[in-house]
């Protein structure tokens, strides 16, 4: 590969390791310049749900891009976006009746929290404070860092960064400390809550119960704290069913989606809110109203991509796919469970994870070790520090997923020796 002016995300060029060109990809499968055939583990870093270049969706963006490719969307509208926003109120919780259109898990997130802050500030209440999970991650703009774990991924902005009220990460058996410091937050008037459910993404895949987070909901709600999914990992099936919150009970107050929205063909983000904080940004006062846009928002053409994802959603087996992928993944992981390398392996729906060695963060160097050892075998896995975790799109066969599991037990061998 010639040399290229590109600045990759998450990469020290300096450590001059090599960077494959992908030139197609089709399903779960990855073709690159050199003739190599990659197995795409994670889903493109969790996007990639229903496989690539899914026919349906790369019609739709074909023929939306021919007719509407872009439009302003401040105080103009188009059919594919109300077509989406009225699909999502149809799959989604009955209580989230508005829909946000953004561009990214990040940017659906600072919505989120510029949604909740202006609620308590248009109803004339002071409340600022923000409780978050400890090890969240929710992404990478100001704000969104700001409600994430501090560590590695913003220690450089930290001046920037706003306060806020973290809670213990819920393991099991000691889960009553998160319960009892969110309780108390709630109750020193906390303005809003946010979690990932079930499921702590770049934290390390770790795993809470259902009836914790069933348990956190109830208490926002006693108290009046606003109740933020951030859904942008786990929603669209990746914990075996549409949304995270389902397997608790749940409704939030205000939802994030992102990566599977188009399927992964295309970057688009929503943020559904209640029916209350639309009403606290709603008046004759233009000075109340909500303060977020960007160039792009609700873009025709990725709008297209995601109406044709619902589509696939409501006419193909996807659920039945997702039950299938899950049952696979508990076969393979409980066959890796017992390799001397293996620490806490665990499983939610699609999503399957397990620790090698001792904990030693996201920067350990087992990761890029490993991240390479898989590629040689033709398997895109991307270790979080010392967690392996195996996330492929609902397509993949039964056939793909040993090569993955295959490659993983080489590498395991490799790393444990």
Known sequence: MTHSSIWHPFTQHGLGEPIPKVTHAEGAVLHTEDGARVIDAISSWWVTTHGHAHPKIAAAIARQAARLDQIIFAGWTHEPAEELAAGLRAMMPSSLTRVFFSDSGSTSVEVALKMALGHWLHRGEER???????????????????????????????????????????????????????????????????????????????????????????????????????????????????????????????????????????????????????AAHYGTDRGQMFFHSSSYTANPVACAAANANLTIWREEPVEQRIANLAQWQAKRLGKLASHHSVRDPRQLGTIAAFDVGAAEGYLSDLAPRMLAMFRERGVLLRPLGNTVYVMPPYCIGEEELDMIYDAVSEVMDLVGS
């Open 128 to 278: 600022h404070r923000i409780v978050v999970l400890d090890n969240g991650y929710h992404g990478d703009t100001i704000g969104t860092m700001s409600v994430g774990a501090r560590g590695a991924f913003n220690r450089a902005y930290e001046p920037l960064l706003f306060d806020v009220t973290s809670i213990p990460f819920p393991y099991a058996g000691v889960g009553q400390a998160a319960i009892d410091a969110l309780e108390a937050a709630c109750r020193d008037g906390a303005a809003a809550f946010i979690v990932e459910p079930l499921v702590l993404g770049a934290g390390g895949m770790l795993m809470y119960a259902a009836e914790t987070l069933a348990e956190m909901r109830r208490i926002c709600a006693v108290h009046g704290t606003l109740f933020i999914a951030d859904e942008v990992m786990t929603g669209w099936g990746r914990t075996g069913t549409l949304l995270a919150c389902e397997q608790a009970g749940i409704e939030p107050d205000i939802l994030c989606l992102s990566k599977g929205l188009t399927g992964g063909a295309l970057p688009l983000a929503v943020t559904m809110a209640s029916e209350p904080l639309y």
